[in-house]
C-alpha cells in the first residue's frame, strides 16, 4: 500500500502538527491519521519510537474532540456535496434554457445532412447514367474500330485491282489527248482567222450550245484525230490537257481552254452582231410607215440578236455561261 510512497515525511508530520492545517483540512485528518498509523506499521516500527510521531498522535488524540470533527467533516461533506449538486443544476438550467437554439441546431444539422444524402444520391444516380454512357461509347467504338479494320481488309485486298483499274483510265485520258497538238501551242491569230471562216450567222444565233460544238470541231479536235481537252467529271467540270512536256494537268471548268479563245471569239462574235444590226437598220429603212407587222418583226430580230450577243459575249463568265459549260463537258467527256 505504501510502495513507492516517498512523499510521507517530516515535513508533512510537521504540516499536520500545525493547527490551523486541522481546522481548515478535517476531512483529511482522520485518513493522514490512519495512513500515518498504518505507514510505521508497515514499516515494523512502533508508534512510541518516535518523539515526533508520539507528539502528534498525542495532539490529534488529546486536543480535537474526534466526535466533533467528524460532525464537522460531515457537514463540510454535506456543503460541498450540495455546492456539486447546485452546480449540476444550473448546468441543468444552462441546459433547459437553451433547448430551443440546441433543438434548432440540432434540426439545422440534420437538414444539413439531408441536403448532402440528397446531393449524394443525385451523384450516384449521375455516375451511374455516366458509367452507362461510357459504356455504350466504349461498345460504339469499339464496332467501329472493328468496321474499320474490315474495310481496311477490303482495301488491301481490292488495292491492286484500284491500281490497275486508275492505270487504264490515265492511259484511256492519254490516248484522248494529243501530245503533238497541245492547247499551250494554240495562237491567238490562226485562232482569229479560224472562227472569222468558219463561224456564220447561223452558228452566232445556235447561242452558247452552238458555239461549244463549234469550238469542238474546228478548234478541239486535232488533225490527228484526238483532241486538246477532254472531260473526266461532268459534274464538277474537271477537265485534263497535255504541257508541251506532256504532262498531264487538270483545267478545271476548262479555265485554261476559254482564256485562249476569249478575244478572238468576242472580236469575231462582234462582227457578226454588227452586220446582224446592219441589215436590220437597212430593212427598217426601206419598209414603209404603214408595214407594222414586219417593223415589229425586225425589232423581234433586234432584241433577239442582242440577247444571242450577250450571250456569246460571255461564254467564259462563270455566272452566265452555264449552257456553254454543260454542253461542253457533254461532248468531251471521256
Given at each position: 500500500m505504501y510502495q513507492g510512497k516517498i512523499d510521507f515525511n517530516d515535513n508533512l508530520i510537521s504540516e499536520i502538527l500545525n493547527e490551523d492545517f486541522l481546522d481548515n483540512n478535517k476531512l483529511h485528518c482522520i485518513s493522514m491519521m490512519i495512513?500515518?498509523?498504518?505507514?510505521?506499521?508497515?514499516?515494523?516500527?512502533?508508534?512510541?519510537?518516535?518523539?515526533?510521531?508520539?507528539?502528534?498522535?498525542?495532539?490529534?488524540?488529546?486536543?480535537?474532540?474526534?466526535?466533533?470533527?467528524?460532525?464537522?467533516?460531515?457537514?463540510?461533506?454535506?456543503?460541498?456535496?450540495?455546492?456539486?449538486?447546485?452546480?449540476?443544476?444550473?448546468?441543468?438550467?444552462?441546459?433547459?434554457?437553451?433547448?430551443?437554439?440546441?433543438?434548432?441546431?440540432?434540426?439545422?444539422?440534420?437538414?444539413?445532412?439531408?441536403?448532402?444524402?440528397?446531393?449524394?444520391?443525385?451523384?450516384?444516380?449521375?455516375?451511374?447514367?455516366?458509367?452507362?454512357?461510357?459504356?455504350?461509347?466504349?461498345?460504339?467504338?469499339?464496332?467501329?474500330?472493328s468496321q474499320c479494320d474490315s474495310f481496311i481488309q477490303t482495301i488491301a485486298r481490292e488495292g491492286s485491282n484500284k491500281v490497275t483499274t486508275t492505270n487504264n483510265t490515265i492511259n484511256n485520258i492519254r490516248n484522248q489527248l494529243s501530245s503533238t497538238y497541245t492547247l499551250d501551242k494554240l495562237e491567238p491569230k490562226k485562232l482569229e482567222d479560224t472562227i472569222r471562216e468558219h463561224y456564220t450567222e447561223r452558228d452566232f444565233f445556235g447561242g452558247q450550245k452552238r458555239l461549244a460544238n463549234f469550238f469542238f470541231e474546228k478548234v478541239i479536235k486535232t488533225p490527228d484525230d484526238k483532241m486538246l481537252i477532254c472531260c473526266t467529271d461532268t459534274s464538277r467540270k474537271k477537265f485534263k490537257i497535255l504541257d508541251l512536256s506532256g504532262n498531264m494537268k487538270e483545267d478545271i471548268e476548262a479555265r485554261s481552254l476559254c482564256d485562249k479563245l476569249k478575244v478572238p471569239t468576242q472580236l469575231i462574235t462582234k462582227e457578226i452582231y454588227d452586220k446582224v444590226i446592219d441589215k436590220i437598220d437597212q430593212e427598217k429603212e426601206r419598209l414603209s410607215s404603214d408595214d407594222r407587222l414586219r417593223r415589229e418583226k425586225l425589232l423581234d430580230d433586234t432584241m433577239r440578236a442582242q440577247q444571242v450577243f450577250i450571250d456569246n459575249m460571255n461564254f467564259d463568265d462563270l455566272n452566265y455561261n452555264q449552257d456553254f459549260m454543260h454542253e461542253l463537258c457533254v461532248i468531251?467527256?471521256?
Amino acid at each position: 500500500m505504501y510502495q513507492g510512497k516517498i512523499d510521507f515525511n517530516d515535513n508533512l508530520i510537521s504540516e499536520i502538527l500545525n493547527e490551523d492545517f486541522l481546522d481548515n483540512n478535517k476531512l483529511h485528518c482522520i485518513s493522514m491519521m490512519i495512513e500515518y498509523m498504518l505507514y510505521w506499521t508497515s514499516k515494523n516500527v512502533s508508534i512510541s519510537d518516535s518523539n515526533k510521531r508520539y507528539d502528534f498522535l498525542s495532539y490529534f488524540m488529546n486536543n480535537v474532540n474526534l466526535a466533533i470533527h467528524c460532525d464537522s467533516c460531515k457537514e463540510y461533506c454535506i456543503l460541498m456535496a450540495s455546492q456539486e449538486t447546485i452546480k449540476e443544476k444550473n448546468k441543468l438550467l444552462d441546459i433547459i434554457k437553451n433547448k430551443d437554439l440546441i433543438i434548432n441546431d440540432l434540426y439545422k444539422k440534420i437538414n444539413e445532412n439531408k441536403d448532402l444524402q440528397l446531393k449524394y444520391t443525385k451523384l450516384e444516380v449521375k455516375y451511374e447514367d455516366l458509367k452507362e454512357q461510357h459504356e455504350k461509347t466504349i461498345n460504339k467504338l469499339e464496332m467501329k474500330i472493328s468496321q474499320c479494320d474490315s474495310f481496311i481488309q477490303t482495301i488491301a485486298r481490292e488495292g491492286s485491282n484500284k491500281v490497275t483499274t486508275t492505270n487504264n483510265t490515265i492511259n484511256n485520258i492519254r490516248n484522248q489527248l494529243s501530245s503533238t497538238y497541245t492547247l499551250d501551242k494554240l495562237e491567238p491569230k490562226k485562232l482569229e482567222d479560224t472562227i472569222r471562216e468558219h463561224y456564220t450567222e447561223r452558228d452566232f444565233f445556235g447561242g452558247q450550245k452552238r458555239l461549244a460544238n463549234f469550238f469542238f470541231e474546228k478548234v478541239i479536235k486535232t488533225p490527228d484525230d484526238k483532241m486538246l481537252i477532254c472531260c473526266t467529271d461532268t459534274s464538277r467540270k474537271k477537265f485534263k490537257i497535255l504541257d508541251l512536256s506532256g504532262n498531264m494537268k487538270e483545267d478545271i471548268e476548262a479555265r485554261s481552254l476559254c482564256d485562249k479563245l476569249k478575244v478572238p471569239t468576242q472580236l469575231i462574235t462582234k462582227e457578226i452582231y454588227d452586220k446582224v444590226i446592219d441589215k436590220i437598220d437597212q430593212e427598217k429603212e426601206r419598209l414603209s410607215s404603214d408595214d407594222r407587222l414586219r417593223r415589229e418583226k425586225l425589232l423581234d430580230d433586234t432584241m433577239r440578236a442582242q440577247q444571242v450577243f450577250i450571250d456569246n459575249m460571255n461564254f467564259d463568265d462563270l455566272n452566265y455561261n452555264q449552257d456553254f459549260m454543260h454542253e461542253l463537258c457533254v461532248i468531251l467527256n471521256v
